[in-house]
């Protein structure tokens, strides 16, 4: 078996800087324009978000590939990053979301783990630990042990929405 260390350092660090973004995998597709899959999440508290691997032609693209294909249905971690993609002559680069890995996180029950549940509502608060405990007891969540999935999406909307209203305050606009 021969192994890369450059390239494994590379994934490693590729991994460990993405954002992460956790939902039911729904889909996967592929782009025929740029031999890229599309890989469908409904994430929690966030709707249904879109995500490219590589170039299928490369190996980390179709292993990406191939473990959506299994996942679908299932409930995942997506490993993000957001890279910028030059559009035709005279057109302005854009941003697309990257899917650099995904993991299992299990059949998609309705439940999410309490940990699981808790960091996500202190990363929709921008990482305000009081914030995230008020919204957390004002959206009714159980003290302890697994948050039903219904329950916390309802509770993920409404901080995004309080987020939304809190950036148009900044903003001067009403």
Not at 30 to 57: H, K, M, P, Q
Not at 95 to 113: E, F, Q
């Amino acid at each position: 078996m021969y192994l890369d260390g450059a390239q494994l350092a590379a994934d490693i660090a590729r991994v460990d800087g993405a954002d992460r973004v956790r939902g039911v995998l729904t889909r996967v597709e592929v782009e025929e324009s740029s031999n890229r899959a599309l890989i469908y999440i409904r994430a929690l508290g966030r709707g249904e978000e879109r995500f490219r691997t590589d170039r299928l032609e490369n190996d980390s693209g179709k292993a990406l590939h191939a473990l959506a294909e299994r996942l679908t249905g299932r409930l995942v971690r997506v490993y993000k990053e957001l890279e910028t993609v030059q559009g035709q002559a005279g057109e302005r680069p854009s941003r697309v979301r990257m899917a650099v890995h995904l993991v299992d996180l299990g059949p998609a029950d309705g439940s999410v783990p309490e940990k699981e549940a808790k960091d996500m509502m202190v990363q929709a608060t921008g990482q305000d630990t009081d914030r995230a405990s008020a919204a957390w007891q004002a959206a009714g969540l159980p003290a302890s042990g697994p948050v039903p999935q219904e329950q916390l999406e309802t509770a993920l909307a409404a901080q995004s929405a309080t987020n939304d209203d809190d950036r148009e305050g900044e903003d001067g606009h009403s």
